[in-house]
């Protein structure tokens, strides 16, 4: 019994050093390979219609959904190394009133590939460990990418290319700064919101994301993940 117990600290230590390297593995692979597709969009997958979604390239994504995408997400994305202190200092600061924004396009991409949905401190200290895998294995280009092609964007509808055939009936390389920030303006509730019929509310919110993507052109805060075309 003694000498059992002695090698169970070894045995579980073994274990979690297995599923660290198969972690590693995953993101290092998804570095590369882009996700056939997460928990929340296989579950849906299995509902009655299933889902819509189209893998693009970021080459054959409007730069304008993207910066749209950050400012409306994580205004600060090319700046920070996973986590924005100061969203979070913010929320401290409220008491835990002020929740939007302080989650990273890089936590989420890590929480929807990754992981699953459900609430609790391991799943919030895995998502950390994964976003700063991410940050450490994979460009600001490829995580932008990646977040463009997997964020949920209505009922059934995933990534931005799927969502500019259903909205707009055009491709996600010809979507205009208004229809990105339209379509950035339904990310926290995509199945309650239209970008076609946005209400008052949405249409503020979009024209804000719009002045903010404007703001990330200017001040080069978009130079992690621009596309530079060839002149």
């Not at 972690?23 to 390979?33: E, G, I, N």
């Not at 189209?54 to 409007?62: A, C, D, N, Q």
């Not at 929320?91 to 991409?109: C, F, K, P």
Request: glycine share 6%; net charge positive; charged share 25%.
């Amino acid at each position: 019994m003694r000498a059992g117990f002695r090698a169970s600290p070894r045995i579980i230590g073994r274990v979690l050093l297995v599923l660290f390297a198969v972690q590693v593995a995953l993101v290092t692979l998804f570095s590369v390979v882009d996700p056939p597709t997460d928990y929340y969009m296989f579950s849906q997958s299995r509902l009655p219609g299933g889902v819509r979604q189209e893998w693009v390239p970021l080459s054959r994504i409007s730069p304008d959904m993207a910066r749209a995408a950050v400012a409306a997400e994580d205004a600060n994305f090319c700046l920070h190394w996973g986590f924005d202190m100061q969203a979070i200092r913010k929320v401290i600061d409220s008491g835990g009133r002020r929740l939007r924004g302080a989650s990273t396009i890089s936590q989420q991409v890590a929480k929807n590939v990754f992981l699953w949905p459900a609430r609790s401190w391991l799943r919030k200290a895995l998502e950390a460990e994964t976003t700063l895998l991410i940050e450490l294995i994979w460009s600001k280009r490829r995580i932008i990418e990646v977040y463009l092609n997997m964020a949920e964007m209505g009922r059934g509808i995933f990534g931005v290319e799927a969502a500019a055939r259903s909205y707009f009936r055009i491709g996600a390389d010809a979507l205009t700064l208004d229809q990105a920030a339209r379509l950035a303006a339904i990310l926290p509730d995509p199945k309650d919101r239209s970008p076609v019929r946005p209400s008052a509310a949405m249409r503020k919110r979009a024209r804000a994301i719009m002045d903010g993507a404007r703001t990330i052109a200017r001040d080069g805060r978009d130079s992690c993940f621009q596309v530079l075309k060839n002149t």
